[in-house]
């Protein structure tokens, strides 16, 4: 407990909280001679709040306003104040915060015409917290969450909540270019060059799995047109209706005149260049690249996943992909055999309508809101083993992984030709 001779001292106090003492979050509170110590809620907390990288049309108060309620009660926000202004860098916005719920890092902007844009939060005057769970107090090697414990067991990093979320700290940010990210990129050729580049250096077993797979995302991963500033004409998959999506030159044109697609577009970007599209390429081909669509917008180049409505990668089409490849197979006998099997019915149901192709499914998950509990459901089986899941997704708004609670069960049955269904 605290106490002032002077009034502006106290205001002085008040005004510029939160304080941290030895690294520690110190909460304060205001309160009456009349009322016991024991009634005073100490279950919140505020903090000024910086919201980086918002686009100038949503820096209203209202919405910055709306914007601060993601991370609790929002409060004020001073779009006036130092830092604060409508063209900087940053708004600033006031948020009483629950302190038994972890930190909000940030939340993704949709936009119209315009890919998901991550806005990432910063918090003034933030002490110690856990880079595991995200909760003030205490940090990830005294951390009571035992999935963090499991993480940290393994040398596991963290890397969802961090020193990034500090406001007077700029390291390592998720999408930040930074020299983090660059040593990443340079390590493990994540670049448009990545489905024809061989690394033979010392990978992850992670990054291994994903080098085993790069024919299926050749067979499907297209990059889609944005400024075309990233996209190599002659080794980039580019063109989504050419077959190998990489188009040849013609035999009397030079490729090196032209080296990524921007440079086969218009002076304004607003069109082809067809002159440039009959020098360097057949008349099919120029064809398939009119189809393509200019987006209106300067935007930045993307991978797409050609084979779904959306563009977005998911599972169940590489699944099918792979299997539209593969060599047929008796489906009607395997759905038999699994009626066969010593599973529970709903086991049974789930395997059948897998190999029916009937289990219903989304190519890109919505979160749920705060009062919905989300259950995701999986199998997978194989000539000598077979497994279902069954992950429950707690209601907090953006759970880390080790809030994750799975149960997995084993079943073994002795069918080797179920292997085909997945």
């Known amino acids: 407990m605290f106490s002032f001779k002077h009034e502006a001292n106290v205001r002085r106090a008040w005004d510029r909280r939160p304080w941290t003492v030895k690294g520690e979050h110190l909460i304060l509170k205001r309160f009456c001679s009349d009322i016991s110590v024991s009634e005073v809620d100490f279950s919140t907390t505020e903090f000024w709040i910086q919201i980086h990288g918002l ?3 949503r820096r209203s108060k209202e919405n910055v306003l709306k914007i601060g309620s993601i991370a609790g009660k929002a409060l004020d926000t001073n779009l006036v104040g130092p830092g604060s202004g409508i063209l900087s860098k940053c708004v600033r916005v006031r948020v009483e915060m629950d302190i038994s719920c972890p930190l909000v890092p940030g939340f993704p902007l949709e936009r119209d015409h315009l890919p998901v844009l991550w806005i990432p939060f910063k918090f ?3 002490g110690n917290f856990c880079f595991g769970c995200g909760m003030l107090g205490h ?3 005294n951390c009571q969450d035992k999935g963090v414990q499991v993480l940290l067991s393994e040398g596991v990093n963290f890397g969802f909540f961090g020193k990034w979320l500090r406001a007077d700290n700029d390291e390592f940010q998720p999408g930040k270019d930074c020299l983090c990210v660059n040593v990443l990129r340079e390590k493990y050729k994540i670049r448009n060059n990545w489905l024809t580049h061989s690394y033979s250096g010392h990978a992850s077993p992670f990054w291994k799995s994903l080098l085993g797979i790069k024919h299926l995302f050749s067979k499907a991963a297209c990059i889609l047109l944005g400024n075309g500033d990233s996209i190599r004409i002659w080794s ?9 999506f990489i ?8 490729p090196d005149l032209a080296l990524v697609v921007s440079q086969l577009l218009s002076s304004d970007h607003s069109r082809w260049d067809i002159p440039k599209l009959n020098y360097f390429f057949e008349e099919p081909v120029v064809d398939l690249i009119m189809k393509i669509p200019i987006p209106l917008y300067q935007t930045e180049d993307s991978w797409s996943w050609i084979v779904t409505n959306s563009g977005s ?3 169940k089409s590489a699944y099918w992909l792979c299997r539209a490849a593969a060599t047929p197979s008796n489906i009607d006998a395997i759905r038999g055999q699994i009626w066969k099997t010593k599973l529970h019915e709903r086991h049974r149901m789930h395997l059948w ?4 192709n009937v289990l219903p499914s989304k190519e890109v998950w919505i979160p749920p809101s705060r009062l919905d509990i989300k259950i995701n459901v999986d199998a997978a089986v194989g000539p000598r083993f077979s497994a279902i899941a069954a992950v429950l997704l707690s209601n907090l708004a953006m759970p880390p992984p080790w809030r994750i609670k799975s149960l997995c069960a084993d079943l073994s049955f002795g069918s080797s030709s179920l292997s085909s269904i997945i």
């Not at 980039?236 to 190998?244: E, T, V």
């Not at 188009?247 to 030079?254: E, G, I």
């Not at 309508?353 to 029916?356: G, K, L, N």
Request: charged share 25%; proline share 18%; net charge negative.
């Open 124 to 126: 003034e005057k933030l």
């Open 139 to 141: 940090d990830h090697r």
């Open 236 to 244: 980039d998959p580019w063109i989504p209706d050419l077959p190998g």
């Open 55 to 57: 686009p100038l049309n």
């Open 353 to 356: 309508r897998i190999a029916a």
């Open 247 to 254: 188009p040849s030159p013609k035999v009397d044109a030079n």
């Open 313 to 315: 990668f998911s599972v």
